[in-house]
């Protein structure tokens, strides 16, 4: 498949997940927020947006896309596949800074939501355990969508993300009719979410050359990635 038609086709890919987000967001999400209680969905909302603070992209997905891109302009895969090698190691390195941070974090949760109560802060504890250990699974790979833009791979990626929508709902709605409650949300969307990182390993290894050289390392290139990534970090 060409890269117009690709073009083409992950757009409406995109429309159509946009569309299927909406119509969630008025159905879906209210009766899921009903199941489980307004209280249990607060405390995973502050959950999730507690270790978002931590786990940022720090602008790679961007360099990855960028970088990729011009060395695949040049027919260079030799390149490709050193640069991904160091972008590797420096996501690697990343993820066990964030691992340490988020440990120390949990040690002060009682102090940081004093406000909360004894069972609220067990409940908060238990899911924070459980987004935090698919963040730090997940966050080296969040490169992945970089290199399927770079490879002009659309359509599978807005497949990906739509897969990974209505996987949660479909499977959100059996656990929450069979009495499971707020800790089924975070493992569906934990389950959700890895399942969409194999599907996209197997995509980029079925229908790329990629093939990632983790013996290289090579200092300009990750200067470059520094130069570039900086200014989208202070942005986020």
Do not use: H
Not at 49 to 75: E, Q
């Amino acid at each position: 498949m060409n890269g117009s038609k690709q073009l083409k086709l992950g757009a409406m890919f995109s429309y159509f997940t946009i569309a299927f987000n909406m119509i969630a967001g008025l159905i879906y999400t209210p009766w899921m927020i009903g199941k489980i209680g307004q209280e249990n969905y607060g405390l995973y909302t502050l959950a999730t947006s507690l270790i978002t603070m931590f786990v940022m992209d720090f602008g790679m997905g961007a360099a990855v896309a960028r970088f990729v891109s011009r060395y695949n302009a040049k027919g260079d895969q030799e390149a490709v596949n050193n640069f991904l090698g160091v972008v590797y190691k420096l996501y690697f390195l990343i993820d066990a800074v964030i691992f340490v941070a988020l440990i120390c974090v949990y040690f002060f949760i009682d102090i940081i939501y004093a406000n909360l109560s004894a069972a609220e802060l067990e409940t908060f504890k238990i899911l924070y355990v459980i987004v935090a250990l698919f963040s730090i699974i997940s966050f080296p790979f969040t490169n992945l969508n970089g290199i399927l833009t770079s490879y002009e791979k659309f359509v599978q990626l807005k497949i990906c993300d739509l897969f990974n929508k209505i996987f949660i709902i479909v499977m959100m709605v059996i656990a929450l009719l069979m009495g499971f409650g707020v800790y089924a949300l975070v493992s569906v969307n934990a389950v959700a979410g890895l399942l969409t990182i194999l599907i996209k390993l197997v995509v980029i290894r079925k229908q790329t050359k990629v093939r990632v050289n983790f013996s290289f390392f090579d200092k300009g290139i990750l200067k470059e990635i520094f130069g570039f990534s900086v200014w989208t970090t202070v942005g986020s």
